[in-house]
């Protein structure tokens, strides 16, 4: 029988894979043929999404992307024996794009159906918790130190450091709580993860419950993710069942229970302490630190957070040994990083890859260049509190280091692009009001100086005072930086001042070239 | 002011199911609102006594969290995604187009009760945008000719 995977991804299903599937499925009982669909997680070559493939002798070939009219041509060229069409794209595998990347944390999503359990044992799944099981938890943070991996959450922090310290923490309960509230724009790894590798991210958890003694996890889902919820409760149960979680973790007698919670709509509840302040049923307000989470954190005990990232990077390192991790990658950022290529961009997707590539690279040679045509003038790296960055600094490597001397982050890894016909002013205004609107309330430079910082571009904007406001908007900036508790008002100044210092010329300044 | 009616028995019963789950507030809110698609206000007082938490308390933990209601919804909820990627990709416009063909802003009601409107920062579908959600489904590459076909589609299978 041949099998054919129809992507359950929900930017796949945004783009009609669902009917897609409903009109194989059709075509083929018309046709009499019988085949085996299979739900699989996106490839990320979202711009051939809904991505069909058919599994031949020769491999995976992809065609994309499919509309379901196309369904009926596609049976009539023979596309289950991976014959030629206009959609016809070749073996999945040799498309550049995805040829190219160096997919670790990835290694499975698209290939497999995510939630079944069978299916990710025979790719390599739950080897790591295996190892894991056979170690001491000191030798597992070791493992996971040894690996260079920092948090990818957006601030960078070495995981194996944050895990050491909640082993050390002595503590009747300890907590592994997982940051899934991804509310940053332009960025949807964490996503396309639970949808599409579920198992993973519960491997991952289940090994940092290992490391540190902790006995249950929690996951903090953002509610715009109800597939990733479906998908991630599925595979829980799956790995319950077959003795992965709970009591008796493959009968080593070691206990850890997972449970899915939601959000609720607040961009800062991505922020660790505001999440964990959630968790326990509050409202999203930041903690003061210290205590470290990994002190007192979630219901006052020793709490592991991490990003969905970092943890699903944990089993292979488990896998393959921290080592394996860290020969990827550049200087002081070692393994790969999913980037998440967004907005004004001709080939959008997911590409993991060793740190050190150039942003020119990412958005030219995967990217293909602007989705209009036009050239690319700004590009926002790190979500909505990252920097906006112009051309000239797009020979900058993608590693945390290079970004940071230019006052720029990686953050989460998103890269949103913007052609030359952006306000950059505007985009400035959106960064403060955003601010305003997520703002937790906790400190005046945020709650107000972003409500004032709205005012001061308006005026910009309608040319009055405008000297004396774009210094005004300066000392705003400094004051956020200087006097935020946490970085939803100590970063907002990165979009906004890094867009008047880049593209003065939006805020009716000289430009850069016109002042040198 | 008239009240709106709502499934007593619903409310209570997602109460007892959650109230002794650790954190349990979110999980009741969430449960609401899925049952009966707002949280009313006057289920609080009886939210609250079943956490030990004052009225106010519960009050600021609804308020704080903007997916969280105390009107009734319309029908579907349309979320139109505002933020940086889908501005890249005029979802400015879009905006425009959709408010002006519901006749409604941002938090409001179609008169006839089938849409209701709120702005979202990201559905993570980036890479396909415009985008928005309808009830639990996301929409990628909108534009205003397939959000019209998407409605009428909404309104035909309502009728
Ligand atoms: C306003 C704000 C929003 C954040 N949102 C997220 C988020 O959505 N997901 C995430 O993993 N980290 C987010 N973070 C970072 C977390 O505070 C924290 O650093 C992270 O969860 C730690 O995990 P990691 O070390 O694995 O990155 C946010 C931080 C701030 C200040
Ligand atoms: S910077 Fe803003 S979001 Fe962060 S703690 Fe202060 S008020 Fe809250
Ligand atoms: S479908 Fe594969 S394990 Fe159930
Ligand atoms: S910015 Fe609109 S979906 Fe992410």
């Known amino acids: 029988m041949i099998t054919v995977y129809v992507p359950r991804d929900s930017s796949a299903l945004g783009l009609g894979a669902e009917r897609v599937a409903n009109a194989i499925q059709l075509e083929a009982a018309r046709r009499g043929t019988a085949i085996k669909l299979v739900r699989n997680g996106s490839r990320g070559l979202y711009w051939l999404e809904p991505l069909v493939e058919v599994v031949t002798p020769g491999g995976r070939v992809a065609y994309g992307p499919v509309r379901p009219g196309d369904v009926a041509g596609l049976f009539e060229a023979g596309f289950l024996e991976g014959k030629a069409h206009p959609l016809y794209q070749g073996l999945t595998e040799e498309i550049p794009y995805l040829k190219n990347q160096e997919r670790l944390t990835f290694a499975r999503v698209g290939i497999t159906d995510p939630v079944c ?99 249950r996890g929690y996951i903090y889902l953002r509610i715009e993710y109800p597939h990733a919820g479906v998908a991630l409760n599925q595979a829980i149960e799956a790995a319950l069942q077959a003795g992965y979680l709970g009591d008796d973790i493959l009968g080593s007698g070691k206990r850890f229970q997972l449970e899915v919670r939601l959000g609720a709509g607040a961009y800062v509840c991505g922020e660790e302490t505001a999440l964990l302040e959630s968790l326990e049923g509050k409202r999203g307000m930041v903690r003061f630190k210290p205590p470290l989470p990994a002190i007192e954190g979630l219901f006052g005990q020793p709490t592991v957070i991490n990003n969905v990232i970092s943890l699903a990077s944990v089993p292979i390192i488990l896998d393959k040994g921290g080592k394996y991790y860290a020969d990827y990658g550049m200087g002081r950022s070692r393994g790969t990083l999913p980037l998440q290529l967004a907005g004004n961009v001709k080939r959008p997707g997911l590409i993991e890859k060793a740190f050190g590539m150039t942003l020119r690279e990412l958005l030219y040679d995967y990217g293909g260049g602007s989705a209009s045509g036009r050239p690319i003038r700004a590009v926002q790296v790190g979500g909505p509190l990252g920097s906006y960055m112009p051309e000239s600094q797009f020979d900058t490597p993608l590693d945390y280091e290079s970004f940071s001397a230019i006052w720029a982050v990686l953050g989460h890894g998103g890269v949103v692009v913007f052609d030359d016909t952006v306000d950059m002013a505007k985009m400035a205004r959106y960064a403060m009001e955003f601010c305003a609107l997520e703002s937790c309330g906790k400190c005046t430079p945020c709650r107000i100086g972003s409500t004032r910082g709205v005012e001061v571009i308006d005026r910009i904007i309608d040319d009055r005072d405008r000297a004396k406001n774009l210094a005004l908007l300066r000392d705003l900036g400094d004051t956020m930086l200087a006097g935020s508790l946490c970085a939803l008002g100590g970063m907002t100044p990165y979009p906004v001042l890094s867009a008047l210092n880049h593209f003065p010329e939006d805020f009716g300044e000289k430009s850069v070239a016109q002042v040198a | 002011m008239t009240q709106t009616e709502w499934d007593r028995d619903a409310v209570t019963e997602v109460i007892e199911q959650k109230k002794s789950m650790p954190g349990a507030l979110l999980p009741i809110l969430h449960g609401i609102q899925d049952r009966i698609g707002f949280i009313p206000e006057d289920a609080v007082p009886q939210i609250a006594k079943a956490l030990n938490l004052s009225r106010a308390e519960v009050h600021g933990v609804i308020s704080f969290y903007h997916y969280f209601r105390t009107t009734a919804p319309g029908k579907h909820t349309i979320r139109l995604c505002r933020a940086e990627s889908c501005q890249a990709m005029n979802a400015e416009s879009l905006e425009t187009h959709v408010k002006a063909r519901l006749g409604i802003d941002y938090h409001e009601t179609t008169a006839d009760g089938a849409f209701s409107l709120e702005p979202v920062y990201c559905l993570g579908n980036c890479a396909c945008s415009p985008s928005m959600m309808i009830d639990h489904e996301v929409y990628g590459h909108v534009s205003p000719q397939s959000f019209d076909a998407i409605i009428d589609e909404l309104k035909e299978v309502a009728a």
């Open chain 1, 117 to 215: 359990l069978e299916d990710y044992l025979a790719h390599g799944g739950y080897r790591g918790l295996r190892n894991a099981l056979a170690m001491e938890p000191a030798a597992i943070v070791e493992e996971v130190t040894a690996s260079g991996l920092r948090g990818r959450g957006g601030a960078a922090f070495p995981t194996g450091i944050k895990w050491k310290t909640v082993l050390n923490a002595p503590a009747g309960q300890k907590y592994v709580v997982c940051n899934a509230d991804e509310g940053d724009s332009g960025t949807f790894s964490d996503r396309m993860i639970m949808e599409g590798d579920p198992f993973v991210l519960i491997e991952g958890m289940t090994i940092a419950g290992l490391a540190v003694g902790a006995t």
